[in-house]
């Protein structure tokens, strides 16, 4: 059974810094495209990053240069290095493996 499992969420002040984790178990993300999603109170679930098979990062416009996206192959693990982090930034976020395997989330609260 393929497991994703977040970690590093919590709360932080405007201008902070977190590094969000995801385990995968069950499979190996080798061959997968990675990706960070966040839903906010109230609102939809939106895609934050991306990365591909071949490490090739996107993000969504409102996070470039602040959140960065990157995945191990060898552990099975990706990461979102999230920094200067703004009170709009507050969700849950949540790990997404090939589109369609889903993690529970992992809340990131930032405060002003």
């Known amino acids: 059974q393929v497991q994703l499992v977040e970690s590093g969420g919590g709360l932080v002040q405007a201008g902070g810094s977190l590094r969000l984790s995801c385990a995968v178990s069950g499979t190996t993300i080798r061959f997968s495209t990675m990706a960070w999603y966040r839903q906010a109170p109230g609102n939809e679930r939106e895609l934050v990053a991306t990365?591909?098979?071949?490490?090739?990062?996107d993000y969504r416009d409102s996070v470039k240069g602040r959140l960065t996206i990157s995945r191990d192959n060898a552990r099975n693990l990706a990461f979102l290095q999230m920094n200067s982090l703004k009170p709009e930034d507050t969700a849950v976020y949540y790990c997404?493996?090939?589109?369609?395997?889903w993690g529970k989330g992992t809340l990131v609260t930032v405060s002003s």
């Open positions: 990365i591909s098979t071949g490490g090739t990062p």
């Open positions: 997404n493996m090939a589109g369609n395997l």
